[in-house]
């Protein structure tokens, strides 16, 4: 794949222009994000390996196109990535799931370590890290770090709006990562916030501020 994908198909933007909407009420918002999950998903698993399977139609026998099995893992980094999770496991349901909970030091600025709970062999499964925003990409690349702590050595990452700024930081960090975005935005502001951005994803999914 590709360092960077950028899925700029209509029913994407459509989707996400209601989503960067500040009018948009809270349980459409998760709604949506659900739905631009999936529509990502399908980027994020487009070369996954295929085999055939022996079957029978009521026509005739064949050989049909099956996954060939690879073990997969999603890593949600939380709070926000959790809205992408549901989403993603209805098309691939047997996919294992982790956690990583990161917070942001505010004397240091460097991203601390409070949760992580993942699959066991994440050295045999494609990794699928999820977060909607790729911001600085400080908390992206440490919970990168932790997950190749754990073994993993395939990893995509998958967000719905990208700055410029964290994708160069995940691309200096970690160039072997693709990242797969709906959009890539103009800048950060000085509150490290992605303009025009959506706000705070995780307030505007839950309903907090
Ligand atoms: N996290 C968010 O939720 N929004 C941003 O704009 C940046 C980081």
Excluded: W
């Excluded at 709970?117 to 690349?141: F, Y």
């Excluded at 190749?148 to 930081?169: N, S, Y």
């Amino acid at each position: 794949m590709d360092h960077l994908t950028v899925v700029t198909h209509p029913l994407v933007q459509h989707k996400l222009s209601l989503m960067r909407d500040k009018g948009t009420p809270t349980a459409v918002f998760r709604q949506l994000l659900r739905e631009i999950s999936q529509l990502l998903a399908y980027e994020v698993t487009r070369d996954l390996p295929m085999t055939t399977r022996a079957i029978e139609t009521p026509m005739q026998a064949m050989d049909a196109p099956v996954l060939a099995g690879r073990k997969m893992a999603l890593v949600s980094i939380l709070r926000a990535g959790n809205g992408l999770l549901d989403g993603i496991l209805e098309l691939v349901p047997s996919a294992r799931v982790g956690f990583v909970g990161l917070y942001r030091d505010e004397a240091t600025l460097e991203p601390v370590q409070y949760y992580f709970k993942v699959p066991d062999q994440l050295d045999e499964r494609l990794v699928i890290a999820v977060d909607p925003m790729l911001a600085t990409g400080n908390s992206s690349a440490a919970a990168i770090d932790l997950l190749k702590a754990k073994g993993a050595t395939d990893i995509r990452f998958l967000c719905l709006l990208a700055a410029p700024e964290g994708i160069a930081r995940m691309k200096a960090a970690h160039p072997d990562v693709p990242i797969v975005t709906a959009a890539v935005d103009e800048r950060l502001n000085e509150s490290g916030y992605i303009v025009p951005g959506l706000g705070d994803a995780g307030d505007r999914m839950f309903g907090t501020k």
